[in-house]
């Protein structure tokens, strides 16, 4: 399912400065890898979360890092057992959007 990033089109924010530019080029690239991750089965995309927070760990309190662990892997836990309430990703990032 993954999106040409050419049918998006261009946002007018993204053409008004080289740094913006530069940011939306970074964005478009985020949103592909995005794209492709969210095809992955669930337990690939769990060990991705767990492997990306392992990679900011120096950059965050041990204390925070080891929380976001126990997090994911409750979370984990629920998906493997069947009794994790997921909802599609489009209905998430409108939830989020609307924040």
């Given at each position: 399912?993954?999106?040409?990033?050419?049918?998006?089109?261009?946002?007018?924010s993204c053409t008004?400065?080289?740094?913006?530019?530069?940011?939306?080029?970074?964005?478009?690239?985020?949103?592909?890898?995005?794209?492709?991750?969210?095809?992955?089965?669930?337990?690939?995309?769990?060990?991705?979360?767990?492997?990306?927070?392992d990679s900011l760990?120096?950059?965050?309190?041990?204390?925070?890092?080891?929380?976001?662990?126990?997090?994911?892997?409750?979370?984990?836990?629920?998906?493997?057992?069947?009794?994790?309430?997921?909802?599609?990703?489009?209905?998430?990032?409108?939830?989020?959007?609307?924040?």
């Amino acid at each position: 399912m993954s999106i040409d990033l050419l049918d998006r089109g261009t946002p007018a924010s993204c053409t008004n400065s080289d740094a913006s530019a530069r940011l939306c080029a970074m964005n478009a690239r985020v949103d592909q890898l995005l794209d492709e991750v969210l095809e992955l089965p669930t337990e690939e995309r769990s060990a991705l979360a767990v492997a990306l927070l392992d990679s900011l760990e120096g950059n965050a309190d041990a204390s925070i890092s080891e929380a976001w662990r126990a997090e994911l892997r409750a979370r984990r836990a629920e998906l493997k057992a069947g009794t994790a309430r997921t909802v599609p990703w489009a209905e998430a990032r409108a939830r989020l959007g609307s924040l």
